[in-house]
């Protein structure tokens, strides 16, 4: 199967952890209108690494950069849940039995349902076994 | 005191002072008009070199700093073209990147001079052997005292450091009258001598040496003079500028800064203005006739005081008085002796952090707790929280082997620490607030 388009190119932002820098990100995607579909923060020892989907990477990472921003690319997928008791466990025991390692997640309950955003160690695997379950992917032509 | 060229040294101050202005104004047209670094720093510092029209004007010239040399590593600096060089000194790089010294003839000469009308003024001369026991070598200290001791007419006993047990059996052997060398390395010899059985008061006849490369103490002095039988001078001089230089005369009351070679200031290290007549402050030497690697009002970052008066000696040349400090002063972290050249030092070999950074020294409960905040590289940022900590413990365990004393390390985003010129702004200490 071409496991391509469900690959969505994530974007991810080194920052002091301090007061203001999340707005000093978010005003910069603003000002170029660029929407921010789903995010996180992650927090380490005096610093943090805030992650999002946005409609428009490419515009968003050379305005952070330019900024002075350190920013990054990361491979992701997006897995629609079933959004009621359960429908975590349910992808997380599929990956878990296929020997694949979830590195971080967030999560949202959107319109249509709740998105679970993974970044799991074997992209492509992932991809298959989760089709493969029956369970539906999101396409990155969604986002971007 | 006799004096080596006594019509310079004893020269009226006025006349000192014209001979300065002169040298200055040659100087810097000839820099103005052949070097490129400085021909562009004075346009961007808005100054020409008609605006030089006595020898107070000296502070309208813009300041040098070792980092203007790092920067041009190795010789973009030289003002001499290549055919006219005839030695390099490299300075130890023990507290960052070497410093490469040019010298062509003349810059020898005047060199070898300096020291011959300061090693005079210790009261050597023909007949005199002294031991040279600096090292031989990339270092100023050996060869630099080697000529100027030649030059008086004095034996050389060009001894380098190290061996020190053959060394005190040279000494008594033949009769070295001086020596030349650090003083941490006088204080090992003597007591190597003790344990040969060899008094270096009673049993050799050794009686003046020439200490420096390294700070000592007034106290020091008191005991080697006391302890060895000697006359203890302290010389002063860096590489940036020739070398060793500049000694104390018999009466013991700072160096002699020679005005024909050298144009001292003392500044505020903040401002950069002068301070007042025997203020401490930031020296700052002009090399009035060098001609490799001339150098306008560099700043090398020793704290001391200068004494315009003429010299009981009869010498009329300003006197600088022991070092006190740096400017980029070390701090004390934990008893532990810390210099922000160190940790800029451990920084260079890092390439995911920038080598820009920032010591905040607090103290917590009894403790002084040290952070240094460097940038993270871009491009050395993967969204892994995993490598970016493994970075920070990197940059941590290289500062511990460098400074033997455990910082903890803040990664900052590119860019947003403040960029200044000295090193001193780059220590928050909030202990002494």
């Known amino acids: 199967m071409d496991t391509k388009k469900y690959v969505i190119k994530q974007i991810s932002v080194f ?130 | 005191m006799r004096s080596w060229d006594p019509r310079i040294e004893e020269m009226p101050v006025p006349e000192l002072k014209e001979m300065q202005y002169r040298l200055l104004k040659t100087l810097v047209y000839r820099l103005y008009s052949f070097s490129p670094f400085y021909h562009d720093r004075m346009v961007a510092n808005k100054v020409h070199p008609d605006d030089i029209r006595e020898l107070s004007d000296v502070k309208k010239l813009p300041f040098m700093f070792k980092k203007d040399l790092r920067d041009n590593y190795p010789d973009k600096f030289f003002t001499a073209p290549r055919e006219e060089l005839v030695r390099y000194h490299v300075s130890s790089g023990t507290t960052g990147k070497p410093t490469v010294v040019g010298y062509t003839e003349n810059d020898l000469n005047l060199w070898t001079n300096s020291l011959a009308r300061a090693l005079t003024s210790c009261g050597l001369g023909r007949g005199d052997t002294i031991q040279v026991s600096y090292g031989y070598g990339l270092f100023t200290g050996g060869l630099g005292l080697h000529y100027g001791a030649e030059r008086i007419g004095a034996i050389v006993l060009p001894t380098s450091v190290g061996n020190t047990e053959r060394q005190i059996e040279l000494m008594q052997d033949l009769g070295s009258t001086a020596i030349a060398c650090t003083p941490s390395y006088l204080l090992h010899m003597g007591e190597v001598a003790e344990k040969m059985g060899v008094s270096i ?194 940059v941590e365990h290289k500062l511990l082997n460098f400074l033997n004393v455990k910082a903890n390390v803040e990664l900052v985003e590119p860019g947003s620490l403040p960029r200044f010129e000295g090193k001193s702004k780059k220590v928050v200490d909030k202990r002494s607030l």
């Open chain 1, 15 to 144: 920052s002091e952890n301090r007061p203001g820098r999340l707005a000093a990100i978010a005003h910069a995607l603003g000002e170029e209108n660029v929407n921010i579909l789903a995010f996180s923060i992650a927090e380490a020892d005096g610093f943090g690494v805030v992650r999002a989907l946005v409609d428009h990477p490419e515009k968003a990472k050379k305005k952070l950069v330019a900024l002075g921003f350190n920013v990054a690319f990361t491979d992701v997928i997006a897995v629609r849940m079933k959004d009621k008791p359960g429908g975590l466990y349910e992808i997380a025991k599929l990956l878990g039995d296929a020997n694949i390692n979830i590195e971080y997640s967030y999560a949202y309950s959107g319109k249509e349902g709740a998105v679970l955003i993974l970044r799991v160690d074997q992209v492509d695997d992932a991809i298959k076994k989760i089709s493969a379950f029956g369970v539906q992917l999101i396409e990155s032509s969604v986002f971007h």
């Open chain 2, 201 to 394: 008061a009673k049993d050799t006849q050794l009686k003046t040496a020439i200490l420096g490369a390294e700070p000592w103490t007034e106290k020091m002095r008191e005991r080697m003079e006391e302890w060895l039988g000697i006359k203890a001078y302290d010389i002063y001089g860096t590489s940036e500028l020739s070398g060793p230089m500049f000694t104390e005369c018999t009466e013991q009351k700072g160096f002699h800064i020679w005005s024909d070679i050298a144009l001292t200031e003392v500044i505020d290290p903040a401002s950069g203005e002068p301070v007042a007549p025997g203020e401490r402050g930031e020296l700052t030497v002009t090399i009035l006739q060098k001609e490799a690697l001339p150098m306008i009002r560099y700043r090398i970052g020793d704290i001391t005081t200068m004494d315009e008066e003429p010299c009981p000696c009869g010498r009329t040349h300003p006197r600088v008085h022991r070092i006190q400090g740096r400017v980029d002063d070390m701090l004390i972290i934990r008893g532990i002796n810390v210099f922000p050249s160190q940790v800029e030092h451990a920084l260079m070999g890092i390439p995911e952090v920038g080598q820009h950074f920032q010591i905040v020294v607090d103290r917590k409960g009894a403790l002084d707790d040290m952070m240094v905040r460097v940038e993270l590289a871009p491009g050395s940022f993967s969204d892994k929280i995993t490598d970016i900590m493994h970075i920070k413990s990197k």
